[in-house]
């Protein structure tokens, strides 16, 4: 079986939950027909999209104003029209420094 069919990135939001999977996108921004609808001052209506490439996610920022994103480690990237690959679980914040209220949580399983 390919690593691609069994590789999964659960993305929660309160209480919405879109699943990303095999070698399809993701979309996440403020337009209702985002896979992942996330309202916010700062955020676009084509925020940015996530992509699955072979054994990974990527994150792929379309914004003027970025994202930030915080990985297992604690650390925080900003991304603006750019990539970040997605490991291990964390948070993601379409266009404003991260906060509960705001941010996607982002899951490998």
């Known amino acids: 079986m390919d690593s691609r069919e069994t590789s999964k990135l659960v993305l929660d939001w309160h209480d919405r939950r ?8 993701t979309s996440l921004g403020t337009s209702a027909r985002s896979d992942l609808t996330v309202p916010g001052e700062y955020a676009s209506r ?3 999209h996530i992509e699955c490439r072979k054994q990974y996610f990527v994150f792929v920022d379309h914004s003027t104003n970025g994202s ?11 991304v603006r029209r750019g990539e970040f690959k997605l490991w ?3 948070w993601i914040a379409l266009g404003e420094r991260l906060n509960l209220e705001t941010a996607v949580r982002f899951q490998h399983t």
């Open 88 to 90: 291990g679980n964390g």
């Open 68 to 78: 930030y994103i915080q990985t297992e480690d604690e650390q925080v990237t900003f």
């Open 46 to 48: 084509e925020h940015a």
């Open 18 to 25: 879109v699943v990303a999977a095999g070698s399809g996108c």
